[in-house]
């Protein structure tokens, strides 16, 4: 999935389209190794803590799939996609549980670094660029038509 920003009408570009994929890639490592530092039992909150024991699972669980998880971060530029790259590492064998783990951290690190750039970008007094502001509301509309459509099969 490529994802590009093209300017609104009127506006005068810099660049015809702007291309968030190359910011990621410049950034994406350093997500990675605050994921991995995430994965820390030293960070576990309170509840990520119940859940690892509530699934029987300890930090000694995570370091093997770890590995294997870098390992397919290592494959970026060889293998076409991450599905492909954890399939040959193996992780995508890892216990779901595990997994679950995994993506909750990294997701939580990709929640604190949206929420550190957008704080970069506008302050609690002032507006947020109409860039943003725009795609925040495409983003409510996005999840609130998903909630809709939810709501609606289930009441079929």
Not at 114 to 122: E, R, S
Not at 134 to 150: F, G, H, S
Request: glycine share 6%; aromatic share 12%.
């Amino acid at each position: 999935m490529v994802i590009q920003w093209r300017p609104k009408a009127g506006e005068t570009p810099s660049r015809q389209f702007y291309s968030v994929a190359r910011d990621i890639g410049h950034i994406g490592p350093d997500l990675l190794t605050a994921f991995g530092h995430a994965l820390e039992e030293t960070w576990w909150e309170p509840w990520f803590r119940d859940y690892m024991e509530e699934k029987g699972l300890t930090y000694e669980d995570l370091v093997d799939p770890a590995r294997k998880f870098l390992a397919a971060c290592l494959q970026i530029i060889k293998v076409a996609n991450p599905t492909e790259a954890l399939a040959a590492s193996g992780f995508d064998k890892v216990d779901p549980t595990i997994q679950a783990a995994f993506y909750t951290k990294l997701g939580q690190v990709f929640l604190a670094a949206v929420w550190a750039g957008v704080k970069d970008l506008a302050r609690p007094d002032s507006d947020p660029p109409v860039t943003f502001d725009e795609m925040m509301r495409d983003i409510d509309a996005r999840y609130e038509e998903l909630l809709v459509q939810r709501r609606h099969e289930s009441h079929e």
